[in-house]
């Protein structure tokens, strides 16, 4: 069975710091890219940030270039991300994701978190 559990959402003033951790299982965590997606109210899904299977290759949204930090440990199964400085813009639900890529079948196999709420408010 498949599970992605984030932790670490909060309330936190503006210019603060926010760790998200997601918690893989049911899948060899270290062969698929590992992304993190937010949703504010009103908005459509959007990725913040993916890295690689081994780490190899990071890309952030432009809005989080400089503040934010993916990291993963294939070790753990994990990936988090640092938040830094952060905005009223950048409150939304955050969502772990995991997505194996096209297989020599052309299977994807593509998997999400419940979510961790963010809010970033004075």
């Known amino acids: 069975q498949v599970q992605l559990v984030e932790s670490g959402g909060g309330l936190v003033q503006p210019g603060g710091s926010l760790r998200l951790a997601c918690a893989a299982s049911?899948?060899?965590?270290?062969?698929?890219?590992m992304s993190w997606y937010r949703q504010a109210p009103g908005k459509e899904r959007e990725l913040v940030a993916i890295i690689t299977s081994v780490g190899g290759s990071i890309n952030y949204a432009d809005s989080v270039k400089g503040r934010f930090t993916i990291s993963r440990d294939n070790a753990k199964n994990t990936v988090n991300l640092q938040m830094n400085s952060l905005k009223p813009e950048d409150t939304a639900v955050y969502y772990c994701n995991a997505n194996s890529g096209r297989l020599r079948d052309g299977t994807v196999y593509d998997y999400w978190g419940q979510g961790t709420q963010v809010t970033v408010s004075s």
């Open positions: 049911g899948f060899v965590f270290s062969q698929y890219y």
